[in-house]
């Protein structure tokens, strides 16, 4: 029988979690009930708010008595974050079901962002239906909208729970009986505009045993390809598409991070990068594009996304971050640079092509690049062009297989 971690606070939302207890129990599943309140529960649960403010050293009464809300949540959600994926890990559930406002979920959700991708995991929220990556980040949480506040039991709250039980429930009830081949795994990044090549290099890959896992670089992307290398599940990253490097450098909105590029080095996991896509920065619709691009060579891929072309300056700056990261790898990196375009509008003919632009690119990365520890490889191609995407695959099983060899 399958068991769900329901937690909360059971202080001021006792009421709904009960409810929500014996819907779990009646449709035969085992509960482990965790309390991230401050005060006393309503009901006793299986792990107290108080072993929650010791995982990280803290007495509750003391979080209580301050009567500090901020600093409460900051203890609660840190010692969720440290004990949950303990106890799933000494087998005492199998998923994770939550509900809450603002304070509930952001107590939760970093304990269910500690657990492997996989495990079941359900946040009922009043902020589902908006900017979730907060508390998603690059996990797989299912945020389910609450409608209305999750205060009391009413014909609408009662169904959203109702829901939100059998969807766990489902979760945890059926398995996928086939067997899937286990292959080494390559982690490779594509844009719209550099799916030919990473399609060309997948083909190759995977007609030579390997599994291809393909990440969108739309900042979440990029993370979630980076927290996987640094959780030790991929061998070699093919990352092809670097743009979400424009887009922390610009100010667009899908940039990853000032950490894009740092574990596969950091890990010493073989990769293969270029610089797909770095001649655009990412908007939404084009009235979002802020005032001071007016002026900027604007594309509208689509009604909901609009690109900017980079400039000479800022593709210095790209070229000076992307150089500083491979630098700093201990192994196993090659950099490959498409001198005839690095996307699919970057060609003669087409709305960004830019020499000069990409003249900037790829001169400042020849300066800066430390060629004892990154290989520099340059071609008179186009980044979507198929003898570059398989040179691509074949110098990353190249060192893959390297790296299997002097273990």
């Not at 990556?133 to 797989?140: A, E, F, I, L």
């Not at 040179?391 to 060192?399: C, G, P, R, T, V």
Request: proline fraction near 4%.
């Amino acid at each position: 029988m399958k068991t769900v971690a329901l937690v909360g606070t059971f202080d001021s939302k006792g009421v709904e979690y009960a409810y929500v207890k014996k819907i779990l129990e009646d449709i035969g599943l085992k509960t482990f009930t965790i309390h991230m309140g401050v005060f006393p529960p309503m009901f006793t649960p299986d792990v107290s708010n108080e072993d929650v403010a010791n995982a990280v050293g803290v007495d509750i009464h003391d979080v209580a008595s301050k009567k500090d809300r901020a600093w409460a949540t900051e203890v609660l959600s840190k010692g969720m974050e440290k004990l949950i994926p303990q106890l799933y890990r000494e087998g005492k559930f199998d998923g994770i079901l939550a509900f809450g406002g603002t304070g509930g979920t952001s107590i939760a959700t970093p304990a269910m962002r500690a657990l492997p991708i996989g495990v079941p995991k359900v946040m009922v929220s009043t902020v589902a239906s908006g900017n979730t990556s907060q508390y998603v980040g690059t996990s797989d949480i299912v945020m389910m909208p609450s409608v209305v506040d999750v205060s009391g039991l009413n014909s609408i709250s009662t169904k959203i729970f109702t829901n939100a039980a059998f969807a766990i429930a489902g979760m945890l009830s059926f398995e996928n009986k086939a067997v899937v081949e286990k292959k080494p795994l390559v982690a490779a990044t594509m844009f719209g505009v550099t799916t030919p090549c990473i399609n060309f290099a997948r083909d190759y890959l995977e007609a030579r045993g390997y599994e291809v896992l393909v990440f969108h670089a739309t900042g979440t992307g990029g993370r979630s390809m980076e927290d996987l290398v640094k959780a030790g599940f991929i061998e070699g990253v093919l990352d092809i598409t670097t743009t979400e490097w424009a887009d922390e450098v610009v100010g667009g909105v899908l940039s990853a991070g000032p950490q894009r590029l740092a574990a596969a080095g950091n890990m010493g996991v073989p990769q293969v990068v270029s610089v797909g896509a770095v001649d655009m920065c990412n908007f939404g619709p084009v009235d979002t594009v802020p005032a001071k691009f007016y002026n900027r060579k604007i594309y509208k891929h689509n009604p909901t996304v609009t690109l900017m072309r980079t400039t000479v300056e800022e593709n210095v700056e790209i070229a000076n971050n992307i150089a500083e990261k491979l630098n700093g790898a201990k192994d196993y990196t090659v950099l490959m640079l498409p001198l005839l375009g690095v996307s699919m509008i970057d060609a003669v003919g087409q709305a960004f092509y830019g020499p000069e632009e990409d003249t900037a690119l790829f001169d400042t990365l020849r300066s800066k690049i430390d060629r004892k520890v990154v290989r520099l490889e340059e071609y008179a191609m186009h980044v979507n062009d198929k003898e570059f995407a398989e040179k691509a695959a074949q110098n990353l099983i190249e060192m893959m297989d390297r790296k299997r060899a002097n273990r």
